[in-house]
């Protein structure tokens, strides 16, 4: 899970002054033993030598980058070139979740939209149907849409039925069936901050651009995109971090053709691969390349709030 | 005279009803297979419960039945006590004035809604392995508490955020000490989202694979793991009536949250 | 005044909020028993100062006495000051009695003597019947007296009110004053009233503390403040005054002989700290009339306002300065614009400023 973070912590009331610390303390403990350490201890691990069938000798090496970025030919005595394996793999990742972001900003913006304009008595019950997938196990879903794609599932049946097609399509295992497994599971995370977003744009705008002669299209890219453009940032990141990092699609829903960087790392660990130290550091890049994505997107926003 | 109006765009409710038949199609169709009488799973054979009956005394009932243990005494331990650190943590935040270390702390609340999955998985199970603490339902309970945080956090801090200090500072005036103006008064102000919270951390601790799949140790599952365990061998009727099930349990909290979230909005 | 009549002592008080300085330095004592009112424009730290005086604020300079003890370093729940607040702040989730018998549980007192007291209390401010009610359940102005109520309850030595009655409509707010006033009185307890309005100011305080950007401008009486401002500030904020740059000749004990624009000598009533030299004269419109004589001014009429029994006129000195002149409306005409007038100023009702 990725995210934003919203909850701010602003507010200038102070009714329990100075007892702060002590309050998140329990937070820090908990949050700050069991992720963040650990999170720094993996990032030691990317620089540890491999032990076969899992684990680490505590000497330290490049060998996890090396491995990932350079070929050194089968024997790893020939001069370096870029090794293209892994690259490959982590650029159809960020391919496949860009896709899959444009796929859900196509559909999600006219449904947050349509929400959203819906009159104030209907609206939240527009709301929490969207929202309860959301809270359905993405396993489940998951498992629902390997079932809908089969080669005999109920898609393939229906178009026969209708005759669009005469042999059912081979559907799964291919990067479309990823593609369709990311965009299915990440959508209402773009439809929900763009909902908030335009909820509270002010219509009067949209008046005022018609009064001076826009037609409903143009408002919509002069105006509107531009005042709700921070629900849409949010919900592109909100699709595309996780995507990134998918285990179960690509897992379920694909096969050895559509590897993805959340598969890579985990083969390290539970697959037969067991090399611990490249799998720590596969999962370092990821983080930094999500980190860095989450900090471009703060320094953007820092910047507009001034 | 009819005006356009300008809220409206030719297209958009089309691709609204289109985004929610993407969304609910795989799940009616996988709850409406879940009563196929067939064992062929995709040859509809009439209507029939059998198996949900498999699910409860099949071959292998006992090993879900386990899993749904766990799965359910795991995401009730850990909402718990998310909702608690969250409520605290909330507390700091919003009511305790400017402090050091504030906003690294909302960062660090925050952390494991930034830190993909995959990374979070992959860092516990090498952090618990390094430490040498046994993998089993106390790694798990562990990992879970830290990802439920977040969400706890989220509904409680808005609704905090929501209720104003004013009535702490009139129960402080009213010689209430700071522990029982929290007590007497934020608290019971603040039910609706601490439940909204609580509710928030237990749908994501039972929603949780990947970070469980890491973390489980050998012999001991959660549902998730379980039902991943088994459609790696071919999805059966009978995990479809597993899902079903699941899938009701979600409709239902998220309702309940709903309703809850919508009665403590009218209160005010 | 005996030092023991007095039941807060504010000594000095500075606040800062950062670079903000919400209070310079204020000083003042509220006595025993007391309708004390503070009275100033919006943003001038009325609210501030009774937040340092209830304990809701650390003063960052200064002293707070109550009854000879200081209490500057005591939290809000252990100062024995109860506050009504701007917007009430009643307890949503308890009935209107756990309400006003919260403070006295919290006290010590049991569940059934307290609950006795509260009834009691409650029969003071005329809501028996509304005990068992929810706040939500109430109208504005018996939220206002369950808000009383409550801070009642446990007897504070000091009664802090941050602008009770501005959430009241005009008519309900007239009522509740003097319903406050009296309860006030048969209580005896010393009321700290925060208000920026001015009517409501001297219509019901024993006594007034003006405030300015965190200064205490004068403290006095209704009618001190009235009569006898002494700075341009509060001449000019409570009620309506023409302010004439004079040359002051003389001062001497209370009284100064002053030039009026146009040269005319009167002798006036001064303000402590007036001096020789350029200086400000404040008349009330009501204390200029027009007359057949030479008159100590002479003005051009701009414009009139009728107002019913009055009327106001709107005219200039020579030098350009703007004058208001409130006439009765009974019998005379109106001036027409361009009209020279020859004014009198009441010289006992006029006023030398200190600054
Ligand atoms: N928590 C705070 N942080 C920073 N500045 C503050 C804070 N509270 C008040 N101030 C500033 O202190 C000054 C005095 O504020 P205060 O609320 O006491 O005014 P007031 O006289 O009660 O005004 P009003 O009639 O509008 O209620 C103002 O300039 C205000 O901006
Ligand atoms: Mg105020």
Redesign the pocket.
């Known amino acids: 899970m990725a995210g934003a973070a919203p909850g701010g912590g602003a507010s200038?009331s102070e009714v329990y002054r100075g007892s702060g610390p002590r309050l998140l303390l329990p937070a820090w403990i908990f949050i700050g033993v069991f992720l963040l350490l650990p999170v720094i201890l993996m990032a030691v691990y990317s620089f540890l030598t491999k032990e076969f069938r899992g684990g680490v000798i505590w000497e330290f090496t490049f060998a996890a980058y090396d491995q990932f970025f350079l070929n050194r030919g089968l024997f790893g005595d020939e001069p370096p070139t870029i090794e293209w394996t892994y690259l490959g793999i982590f650029w159809r990742s960020i391919w496949q979740a860009g896709l899959a972001t444009f796929f859900c900003l196509l559909i999600g913006f006219p449904t947050a939209w349509y929400v959203a304009t819906r009159p104030v008595s209907t609206r939240s019950v527009w709301l929490f149907l969207i929202t309860i997938p959301y809270w359905v196990n993405l396993l489940i879903r998951t498992v629902s849409m390997k079932f809908l794609l089969r080669d005999t599932g109920p898609l393939n049946e229906f178009l026969m039925w209708t005759g669009v097609i005469a042999e059912p399509l081979s559907l799964i295992n291919t990067n479309f069936a990823v593609q369709v497994g990311l965009f299915y599971s990440y959508l209402p995370f773009m439809v929900l901050p763009i909902y908030a977003a335009v909820e509270r744009y002010d219509f009067a705008l949209s008046e005022a651009a018609a009064d001076l002669y826009c037609d409903s299209w143009t408002t919509l890219r002069l105006v509107i995109l531009p005042a709700v453009k921070p629900g849409i940032v949010a919900g592109c990141i909100l699709v595309f971090v996780p995507s990134l990092g998918a285990f179960l699609a690509p897992d379920l829903l694909g096969g050895a053709k559509t590897f993805m960087i959340g598969s890579l790392i985990e083969e390290q660990f539970k697959g037969a691969a067991g090399n611990w130290p490249f799998g720590a550091a596969a999962a370092m890049i990821l983080l930094t390349v999500v980190m860095g994505v989450l900090l471009i997107h703060a320094r953007a926003q820092m910047r507009e709030d001034g | 005279m009819a005006k356009t109006d300008l809220r409206r765009f030719a297209g958009f409710r089309v691709t609204t009803w289109l985004c929610l038949l993407v969304l609910y199609a795989p799940l009616v169709i996988v709850a409406v297979y879940s009563f196929n009488a067939s064992t062929s799973i995709t040859r509809w054979g009439g209507f029939s419960l059998k198996w949900y009956v498999d699910v409860f005394t099949g071959p292998e009932a006992p090993r879900f039945r386990d899993a749904a243990i766990n799965s359910f005494v795991i995401a009730i331990a850990a909402a718990t006590c998310a909702t608690i650190i969250a409520t605290a943590a909330a507390v700091a935040m919003n009511r305790t004035g400017r402090f050091r270390g504030k906003m690294a702390s909302l960062a660090l609340i925050n952390l494991p809604l930034m830190v993909p999955e995959i990374v979070t998985a992959v860092a516990s199970l090498i952090f618990f392995i390094t430490i040498g603490f046994k993998t089993g339902l106390m790694t798990i309970f562990v990992a879970h508490l830290v990802f439920c945080i977040p969400f706890a956090y989220l509904p409680i801090a808005a609704r905090m955020q929501s209720v104003p200090d004013m009535y702490e500072q009139a129960a402080m005036d009213l010689y209430a000490t700071p522990w029982e103006a929290f007590r007497l008064v934020l608290l019971p102000l603040m039910i609706p989202g601490i439940l909204s919270g609580f509710l928030l951390a237990f749908i994501i601790s039972l929603d949780d694979f990947l970070i469980t799949n890491f973390v489980k140790g050998a012999g001991i599952e959660t549902l998730p793991t379980a039902i991943f365990g088994s459609v790696k061998q071919g999805i059966k009727p009978n995990i479809m009536a597993i899902s079903t099930l699941l899938l009701g349990v979600s409709v239902v909290l998220v309702t309940l949250s709903w309703v809850i979230g919508r009665a403590g909005q009218s209160r005010n | 005044m005996d030092q023991k009549n007095i039941a807060v002592d504010v000594d000095h008080v500075v606040k800062r909020?950062?670079s903000?300085t919400?209070l310079h330095g204020v000083t003042l004592d509220i006595r025993e028993g007391e309708f004390f009112t503070l009275l100033?424009p919006?943003?001038?730290?009325?609210?501030?100062l009774l937040r340092c005086i209830a304990g809701f604020e650390d003063v960052s300079e200064g002293m707070i006495r109550l009854h000879g003890d200081d209490i500057t370093p005591l939290p809000a729940h252990k100062r024995p000051v109860n506050t009504v607040f701007q917007q009430y702040a009643l307890f949503p989730h308890m009935t209107v009695l756990d309400n006003v018998a919260f403070g006295l549980a919290r006290r010590g007192w049991s569940a059934r003597d307290a609950e006795g007291r509260a009834r009691q209390v409650l029969k003071l401010v005329q809501l028996t019947d509304f005990a068992k009610r929810k706040p939500g359940q109430l109208s504005g102005g018996q939220q206002q007296r369950v808000a009383l109520a409550r801070a009642l309850a446990p007897e504070p030595q000091v009664l802090l009110l941050d602008?009770p009655l501005s959430a009241l409509d005009l008519k309900l707010r007239q009522a509740v004053r003097v319903e406050l006033k009296q309860i006030q009185r048969e209580t005896g307890i010393a009321f700290v009233f925060?208000t920026?309005d001015q009517e409501e100011a001297l219509t019901m305080s024993d006594r007034i503390a003006v405030m300015s950007n965190g200064h205490v401008q004068q403290i006095g009486t209704p009618r001190e403040i009235y009569e006898a401002p002494v700075n341009r500030f509060v001449a000019d904020f409570i009620g309506e005054t023409n302010l004439l740059e004079v040359d002051v000749q003389t001062v001497l004990g209370g009284r100064a002989t002053v030039a009026l624009p146009g040269g005319t000598v009167i002798d006036v009533p001064a303000a402590d700290g007036a001096a020789t030299g350029p200086g400000h004269l404040s008349v009330r419109p009501e204390r200029i009339t027009p007359t057949d004589g030479p008159g100590s001014v002479t003005a051009t009429v701009d414009s009139h306002v009728y107002l019913g029994t009055d009327i106001q006129l709107h005219a200039k000195l020579d030098d350009g300065t703007p004058l208001v002149v409130r006439m009765q409306s009974s019998g005379a005409d109106i001036p027409a614009q361009g009209t020279r007038l020859a004014l009198d100023v009441e010289a006992g009702a006029a006023r030398l400023l200190a600054d």
């Open positions: 200038r | 909020y950062g903000v919400a100033g919006s943003g001038c730290g009325k609210t501030t602008e925060v920026h």
